[in-house]
């Protein structure tokens, strides 16, 4: 039989081996980049976007664009309907691209492809959607102007003109800047460099070689 010290020096032995293959051991746990939002079934709603002024302006042009096409379309009768047609086709576009642009942005979808531009992207988009509502309205304005839809529709139409026009403003000063073209670039880069960290490795940063 063994004794209470032969016991006792196994159980160091053990203990003391157990320690040495867990400190050896390759599977060790990562350090994640943790991401805060509203998680709806692995879809992340950045929250902090639909409250900045880019994001509360992005759901101002969809709402107006939203009404300014259902006014549009409750016209039943038309003479001449050029206008009606040219500011139903300005109305529909822009509610489907900034709606789009919308989504995009509120699900972080733009940092899985950092090589767009989305700056610049979201720049044109708003100058184009300005130029377009302000055109439209005005001959919708000049060639119809009789009925209250179109009125109404007249009335949405300069109002989401003034809309698009703030969003564009911001929208340069952001470009001139250089904010947001390399977003998904850095937080790849920064993602990278915690995994690499986080597994013992060691990187050089590009700034310091």
């Given amino acids: 039989m063994r004794t209470t010290e032969e016991a006792d020096g196994f159980d160091g032995e053990a203990s003391n081996t157990s320690m040495i293959s ?45 009404i300014s096409f259902i006014c549009i379309e409750t016209i039943m009768l038309c003479q001449p309907c050029e206008g009606v047609y040219f500011f139903e086709f300005v109305s529909c576009s822009a509610f489907v691209v900034t709606g789009v642009l919308l989504l ?62 703030v969003n564009t403003f911001f929208a340069v000063r952001r470009w001139r800047r250089g904010d947001g073209g390399g977003q998904g670039t850095i937080q790849s880069s920064e993602y990278i460099r915690a995994r690499t960290a986080s597994r013992g490795e060691m990187e050089p940063r590009p700034d310091l070689a």
């Fill in 104 to 165: 995009i942005f509120c699900l972080g979808l733009h940092t899985k492809v950092p090589h767009v531009n989305w700056s610049l992207t979201d720049l044109v988009n708003t100058a184009a959607s300005t130029f377009f509502y302000f055109l439209s309205s005005l001959v919708l304005a000049a060639l119809n102007k009789n009925g209250a839809a179109e009125i109404a529709a007249v009335i949405f139409g300069f109002l989401v003109t003034c809309v698009y026009a």
């Fill in 22 to 66: 867990g400190t050896s051991s390759p599977y060790q746990p990562t350090t994640e980049p943790v991401h805060t939002g509203n998680m709806f079934g692995g879809i992340k709603c950045d929250m902090e976007y639909l409250k900045s002024n880019f994001g509360i302006l992005k759901v101002v042009e969809v709402a107006l664009s939203l």
